[in-house]
């Protein structure tokens, strides 16, 4: 039984950090994509930061870049995401996400609805 678990939310002023943690158990990690989603107010969810186990690859999403960073820890089977200058719009629900890689390939751009396994979600409030 696979099982993700994020931690690391919390409210934080404008300009500040946080690192969420992503910790994943169940099975090896190696053949996975792993993402991380969000879902502000209102908003739908969306894409943040994904990055393939095996290699360590990266891809952001345009909002994000240059601020946060998704890494992971292999010994410790966890992924984070470093979040730096936060915003109020990055204010949401943020979402770990993994999606089993089958094949040759294991591409990190996918949708949401690619995924297979999902945590239950850690609030982001960044305040002005």
């Known amino acids: 039984q696979v099982q993700l678990v994020e931690s690391g939310g919390g409210l934080v002023q404008a300009g500040g950090s946080l690192r969420l943690s992503c910790a994943a158990s169940g099975r090896t990690f190696r053949r996975y994509a792993m993402s991380w989603f969000r879902q502000g107010p209102g908003k739908d969810r969306e894409f943040v930061a994904a990055i393939k186990w095996s290699d360590g690859s990266t891809r952001y999403a345009d909002p994000v870049k240059g601020r946060f960073t998704i890494s992971r820890d292999n010994a410790k089977n966890t992924v984070f995401l470093q979040m730096n200058s936060l915003k109020p719009e990055d204010t949401a629900v943020y979402s770990c996400?993994?999606?089993?890689?089958?094949?040759?390939?294991?591409?990190?751009?996918?949708?949401?609805?690619?995924?297979?396994?999902w945590g239950q979600g850690t609030q982001v409030t960044v305040s002005s």
């Open positions: 996400a993994a999606a089993y890689c089958s094949g040759y390939g294991c591409s990190i751009d996918r949708v949401a609805r690619e995924y297979d396994y």
